[in-house]
């Protein structure tokens, strides 16, 4: 059976790249190297801030994303990931510009969370205030019949300090801390009954261990799924159609 080549649209940030791919191998049934999947990745970090875009008036990712998107489907990739949850919000103008599809890792974890816990159960989303605020995962959630919520502002503040840590490549212990504590304060002030850990830079410094409730990784189970379709498990993906996100007016911790 042909295997699908999987095109790894990354880069934001390069840790958060890594780790999909480190999850992918990780996914993949292989005894020897000629049974992992060929993937090719991307990584250009001179993306633009996403959450500055939405919120702010930054530059607009999307050509770069664009740009990283055609190179990969030059290179020959069958299908997209794109490990950045707040660049979802742009993926609606990427996707028209190649025509291989992009696995969104939103729709990936809202499909799971779905199947784990009971309708109307509280999900809560840890995320950069851009991904919060253009409620990329407030729709996918509500549309398999999830009740998502958001931290209060202290939270959100924390989270997002806790993400601009990964980012600066600070995964030790007092930053994992800072993440569980804020974790488990969420939790307490919501009831919610599941997490997720809706930015690529957080499952690096949180686990499941860490919380009492149900954990979503995005990442692994954007991995997952890429194993699954790459080797003809599953049918490639129906190209993207992610609702449009406006900018600061209608979406705030950077990306």
């Given at each position: 059976m042909t295997r699908r080549i999987i095109g790894i649209l990354g880069g934001m940030g390069p840790l958060a790249t890594a780790d999909l791919y480190q999850k992918i191998i990780a996914a993949t049934p292989a005894s020897r190297d000629q049974d992992h999947l060929h993937v090719i990745i991307d990584a250009?970090?001179?993306?633009?801030?996403?959450?500055?875009?939405?919120?702010?008036?930054?530059?607009?990712?999307?050509?770069?994303?664009?740009?990283?998107?055609?190179?990969?489907?030059?290179?020959?990739?069958?299908?997209?990931?794109?490990?950045?949850?707040?660049?979802?919000?742009?993926?609606?103008?990427?996707?028209?510009?190649?025509?291989?599809p992009i696995l969104s890792m939103v729709r990936e974890t809202a499909t799971w969370l779905a199947e784990q816990v009971g309708p109307g159960q509280r999900v809560g989303v840890l995320a950069t205030e851009g991904t919060v605020r253009s409620r990329l995962y407030h729709q996918a959630l509500e549309a398999v019949g999830l009740q998502p919520v958001a931290p209060e502002p202290s939270t959100q503040a924390e989270v997002s300090a806790v993400i601009a840590a990964v980012k600066a490549g600070h995964v030790d212990a007092a930053v994992r801390a800072r993440i569980r504590a804020a974790a488990l304060a969420f939790v307490e002030h919501t009831g919610a009954q599941a997490l997720v850990a809706a930015c690529t830079e957080l499952p690096l410094v949180l686990e499941p261990?860490?919380?009492?409730?149900?954990?979503?990784?995005?990442?692994?189970?954007?991995?997952?799924?890429?194993?699954?379709?790459?080797?003809?498990?599953?049918?490639?993906?129906?190209?993207?159609?992610?609702?449009a996100v406006a900018q600061a007016e209608s979406c705030g911790g950077h990306a």
């Open positions: 250009d970090p001179s993306v633009p801030d996403r959450t500055e875009a939405l919120l702010y008036g930054g530059p607009d990712p999307t050509p770069w994303l664009v740009a990283g998107a055609r190179r990969l489907e030059q290179a020959g990739a069958d299908f997209l990931l794109v490990p950045c949850n707040t660049a979802h919000a742009f993926l609606s103008r990427v996707q028209p510009a190649v025509r291989i261990t860490d919380v009492p409730v149900l954990l979503a990784d995005p990442t692994a189970l954007l991995a997952r799924a890429a194993v699954a379709i790459a080797l003809g498990q599953r049918p490639l993906p129906e190209p993207l159609q992610e609702p």
